[in-house]
């Protein structure tokens, strides 16, 4: 039996990590359009470079929420989206990717609420696109966090529209007959307005830099005509670049290939570091780490809550072995930001979320190791997954590697302060878990004081580890404050967040020290710790003031509220006397 649980259990992780690796390998020989080699084009969005697919990949997230859509019985993925709009305008205006929900936007546009979610193409919009524009300015000066439920959609509406109208504009103008015709046409009278509007209409630059001299020239479509205009030469990209988009509206896929290639072989000779660069993004974006390691824990804590009730011996094992392909997933995905990034790996909310994660698996690895209960595995694994599905909804906000923030733009503070702290939340948000799973059990579980001492001990041990870091954190960050903005403490939300968390892990040392609480009390106390880390670490910037405060985030509003009322449930369930296993009188 020890045979068949070992063997089984490496089975599953290397099967884990084998599926993993299917995920970030290239596609196979191309057939037709090249177009994921057209995605991994270096351009210059936000401020830093990036493959076309990472564009396309966000821009559809952001209009979208998803990175994928349904038309005519098909699947469309975001190179071939990006293609379309860019390329085919006609064909992708016909494509459903608006989201609208509110029902007075709605009727603004004349639609009426369905059962389903309520998809609209640009066609749909485009008779009410005056309207629209009209609501978002009136809306556009007031503060997002005193805007009314309709300003808000209809500004995240607009912005949403006007992206995939810059994106359509970007290579050539609506209705335009493309971009060989602009190459045709340089010397016409009209051709600088044409210019003009492509360079304010370009949502990135394509064209590399012509010369070392010049490393940061980047250029859209538009300020490369207006440059071959003002006579200072054509831009070597922009020939093949017209040869592509001709190829592409006229379905010949073979002249497209051709085109691509003279066109990477351009940049590779003008700007093969932002090539290199592009092309380890797009690895990072195909492999999709943390999509395939929140998928693996899922499997793991399915595998684990079996085992309890069948065969524990065997999947007990396999679901540790599984929760460990995960986090070497996890682990992975991190070192993979960082080394894209060139910055520690907290840098914006979605990576403090992944990061929490990454944490709270570690360290349930680690209890895991000591107690060998099981509980290790379904608290670090239960952990990983939500903290990942927050990820996955704070990345249909943008580009997750945007460019820092002022406040943030220090590498040596967000590898001690940021990461020290977050540190903290893992611990808390862990200890949290682990008091989650000693209500459930209590009621639904045959009561076991043994199992009960363990999980107290691994609740309080956290406890521990969660104020050490939460509290070194907190004095780090002061002593950042004093040397970005001249005072160590000052009252901002987000510092007195941070120290509500040591606070508060202080007073459950304390109460347990003096004897006020016992396993239970304890317990109850680390889930309310569950309220205050949230409230920290995402509250503070639904409050929109603040030194710390990076955006207003009233989208995220019910979803904490929903949170801390489920915590609320559980302390409820963790402070109720036990009555299910109770055995009857005889």
């Not at 307005?193 to 012509?210: M, V, Y």
């Not at 070497?328 to 840098?347: D, K, N, S, W």
């Not at 820092?404 to 590498?411: F, I, Q, T």
Request: charged share 15%; glycine share 10%.
């Amino acid at each position: 039996m020890n045979f068949l649980s070992k063997y089984l259990s490496w089975t599953a992780g290397a099967l884990a990590l084998l599926v993993a690796l299917i995920f970030a390998m290239p596609g196979g020989k191309v057939r037709g359009f090249d177009a994921a080699g057209f995605s991994s084009l270096p351009i210059l969005e936000g401020g830093r470079v990036k493959p076309l697919d990472s564009v396309a990949r966000n821009s559809l997230l952001v209009i979208h929420s998803r990175q994928g859509f349904r038309h005519d019985g098909r699947m469309v993925g975001p190179n071939e989206w990006i293609l379309d709009v860019m390329f085919r305008p006609q064909v992708a205006d016909q494509q459903r990717i608006f989201v609208i929900d509110d029902l007075d936007v709605l009727g603004l546009i004349g639609a009426k609420q369905t059962k389903s979610r309520n998809y609209f193409s640009f066609a749909d919009l485009s008779s009410h696109l005056e309207e629209i524009q009209k609501q978002a300015q009136t809306a556009q000066p007031i503060a997002p966090q005193q805007r009314t439920r309709f300003q808000s959609a209809i500004v995240n509406l607009f912005d949403r529209v006007y992206l995939y109208y810059k994106l359509r504009n970007t290579l050539q103008l609506a209705g335009s007959p493309g971009l060989g015709w602009e190459l045709q046409s340089l010397g016409d009278a009209e051709a600088p307005a044409r210019h003009n509007d492509l360079t304010q209409l370009g949502a990135f630059r394509i064209l590399p830099p012509q010369s070392s001299a010049t490393p940061d020239a980047w250029l859209n479509v538009g300020e490369g005509l207006g440059a071959a205009a003002a006579g200072q030469g054509l831009h070597p990209a922009l020939t093949p670049l017209a040869r592509i988009n001709q190829a592409y509206v006229t379905n010949d896929g073979a002249a497209f290939n051709q085109a691509l290639a003279d066109l990477k072989g351009i940049a590779a000779t003008l700007k093969p570091a932002a090539v290199s660069h592009a092309g380890n993004e797009l690895a990072f974006n195909r492999a999709q780490p943390f999509f395939v390691g929140l998928s693996i824990y899922f499997v793991a804590f399915l595998v684990l809550c079996v085992s309890w009730i069948w065969k524990p011996e065997v999947l007990r094992p396999t679901a540790y072995a599984l929760l460990l392909s995960g986090a070497v997933i996890h682990t992975l995905g991190l070192a993979a930001r960082v080394i894209i990034q060139g910055r520690p790996p907290v840098t914006n909310l979605y990576s403090s979320a992944v990061f929490v994660g990454w944490g709270a698996v570690i360290l349930g690895l680690i209890i895991e190791r000591m107690y060998r209960k099981g509980f290790g595995t379904a608290v670090a694994a239960a952990a990983g997954f939500a903290s990942l599905i927050v990820a996955q909804n704070l990345g249909t906000e943008g580009d997750t590697m945007e460019m820092m923030r002022a406040v943030l733009d220090s590498n040596f503070w967000l590898a001690t302060h940021v990461v020290t702290i977050t540190i903290g939340y893992s611990g808390m948000f862990l200890a949290g878990a682990i008091a989650i799973g000693y209500a459930i059990r209590k009621h639904f579980a045959k009561p076991d004081a043994e199992t009960d001492k363990a999980l107290a001990d691994m609740a309080y041990g956290i406890i521990c580890f969660a104020l050490f870091f939460s509290f070194v954190g907190t004095v780090l960050g002061g002593i950042w404050a004093d040397q970005s903005w001249g005072r160590f403490w000052g009252w901002d939300p987000k510092e007195n967040g941070a120290l509500l968390i040591v606070l508060w892990c202080a007073i459950i040392l304390h109460a347990r020290w003096a004897g006020y609480v016992r396993d239970r009390g304890l317990m109850v106390m680390a889930i309310f710790g569950n309220v205050i880390t949230a409230c920290s670490w995402f509250g503070v910037n639904m409050l929109g003031v603040g030194l710390h405060s990076y955006g207003f985030m009233d989208q995220a509003f019910w979803a904490l509220m929903g949170f801390c009322m489920s915590q609320l449930l559980f302390m409820a369930i963790c402070a109720a006397p036990a009555r299910f296993w109770a055995e009857k009188p005889r």
